[in-house]
């Protein structure tokens, strides 16, 4: 990235599974932005992805949902 961040992804072979959910403390998900969540959602579910229902954002009133990775890790949908 310009400003220097980056991300790092790394994969084992035999790594331990661990329990991953939206709301669990430390490393918990990725967020994308997202024009218009029920088009994505749309579109992923149209891909056999499983994805949950819609919520709405108390704070924002933004729409936003989740979906896992193929790693089961969730990955979150927020629109802006």
Request: glycine share 4%; aromatic share 12%.
């Amino acid at each position: 990235m310009p400003d220097g961040s980056q991300i790092e992804l790394f994969s084992f072979d035999g790594a331990p599974t661990r329990p991953s959910y939206p709301e669990a403390q430390g490393l918990r998900h990725l967020a994308f932005k997202v024009a218009d969540v029920q088009i994505a959602k749309t579109y992923l579910e149209s891909c056999d992805v499983n994805v949950e229902d819609i919520r709405v954002d108390e704070i924002t009133g933004k729409k936003f949902t989740f979906f896992a990775d193929p790693d089961n890790l969730p990955l979150e949908l927020y629109e802006v």
